[in-house]
């Protein structure tokens, strides 16, 4: 079975520029979510996404955003880039969301850096 | 929100010894997970644990939770090299919104 799988696995950007990220999650699996890792810090929770619909986000500010496809598949965009915006970008999916306690399983990560 | 304290931040043992991270939390928590992050990896799910003290084993793995559900620890039994790398326990809330400890991350000197 295919796991989680994230496009580009890495993106060089300057500032001010739009970048989109792209999930493709576990087979069945109807949630996405998206972290924000700072290099050598945790994971910060950006976005939670179930049947097509936004259901929660994070503490971040509104350039960005995403959605969730027909397919379950996800984007991540993120509009007029500032340099503390490079990290590590994770998706993770979970079975349908319903319960509050579904495992999540990570995709590799694009790790974007901002100039 | 819902925030997790997880400590220490490192720690570095001498291969053979144990290794143990806490999480703990201010508020009742519904259920606690645990991941492990190797070196350029990405998060992989270790476990959940749900019930008030429950206590839950993997080989040389050791999970609690406590009697409060206010917070959780990870032990490992005599680390091995293939230990080494960042372990984070995550709680969720019904509304699906994810929050992680800061991680621990363990080294270990052969």
């Known amino acids: 079975e295919a796991g989680v799988t994230q496009s580009p696995t890495h993106l060089i950007k300057t500032r001010g520029q739009q970048v989109t990220l792209r999930c493709s999650p576990i087979?069945?699996?109807?949630?996405v979510y998206w972290y924000q890792q700072a290099l050598g810090l945790g994971l910060q929770f950006l976005l939670w996404?179930?049947?097509?619909?936004?259901?929660n986000r994070g503490n971040f500010p509104p350039r960005f955003s995403g959605r969730q496809f027909p397919n379950y598949s996800s984007e991540l965009n993120v509009n007029a880039l500032e340099l503390e915006d490079s990290a590590l970008y994770l998706c993770?999916?979970?079975?349908?969301?319903?319960?509050?306690?579904?495992?999540?399983?990570f995709g590799p990560g694009t790790r974007l850096t901002v100039l | 929100g819902q925030q997790v304290m997880q400590i220490p931040q490192y720690q570095h043992v001498q291969e053979g010894e144990d290794f143990t991270t806490y999480c703990n939390s201010s508020?009742?928590?519904?259920?606690i997970q645990w991941y492990k992050q190797r070196p350029g990896g990405h998060p992989v799910f270790l476990i959940q644990?749900?019930?008030?003290?429950e206590v839950k084993k993997q080989k040389r793995l050791t999970f609690q939770f406590g009697e409060a559900k206010k917070n959780s620890s990870l032990h490992i039994t005599a680390t091995q090299t293939t230990d080494v790398g960042t372990y984070f326990c995550?709680?969720?809330?019904?509304?699906?919104?994810?929050?992680f400890g800061d991680g621990t991350t363990l080294t270990v000197k052969p």
């Open positions: 995550a709680v969720n809330t019904n509304a699906g919104k994810s929050t």
């Open positions: 644990l749900v019930k008030s003290g």
């Open positions: 996404y179930d049947e097509g619909e936004e259901r």
């Open positions: 993770a999916s979970s079975p349908r969301g319903t319960r509050s306690y579904n495992e999540q399983f």
């Open positions: 087979s069945g699996h109807t949630s």
């Open positions: 508020t009742t928590l519904s259920n």
